[in-house]
């Protein structure tokens, strides 16, 4: 069965980092948009950045200039680098895969497979 299971989450001071994966199985990742969502509580999930099937990566605005998406294709694992971190970065993390090219990077519908998520909480 296909599987998403995400780590690396934890509590940090604000300006600190974290680095979270997103562990695939059932699936080849790199034949998967794979992405990155967020949500904190009362809010909705908004996304984080996206790497597709050619490396091509997408990132919300929000992010920019301080986290980064990968892949190692060997491990089949999708990174998520986070530096920078303020407390409204505080939300749990969770990995998506798809393969609906009709709906844009970052829009919930264009994957089809979750993780359950990986706490990140950002002190000040």
């Known amino acids: 069965q296909v599987q998403l299971v995400e780590s690396g989450g934890g509590s940090v001071q604000a300006g600190g980092s974290l680095r979270l994966s997103c562990a695939a199985s059932?699936?080849?990742?790199?034949?998967?948009?794979m992405a990155w969502f967020r949500q904190a509580p009362g809010k909705e999930r908004e996304g984080v950045a996206e790497?597709?099937?050619?490396?091509?990566?997408t990132y919300a605005d929000f992010v920019k200039g301080r986290f980064t998406i990968s892949q190692d294709n060997a491990k089949n694992i999708v990174y998520l680098q986070m530096n920078s971190l303020k407390p409204e970065d505080t939300a749990v993390y969770s990995c998506?895969?798809?393969?609906?090219?009709?709906?844009?990077?970052?829009?919930?519908?264009?994957?089809?497979?979750w993780g359950q998520g990986t706490q990140v909480t950002v002190s000040s």
């Open positions: 998506a895969a798809g393969l609906y090219q009709l709906w844009s990077p970052l829009q919930a519908r264009r994957y089809n497979y």
């Open positions: 059932g699936i080849t990742s790199s034949r998967y948009y």
């Open positions: 790497i597709d099937t050619t490396g091509r990566t």
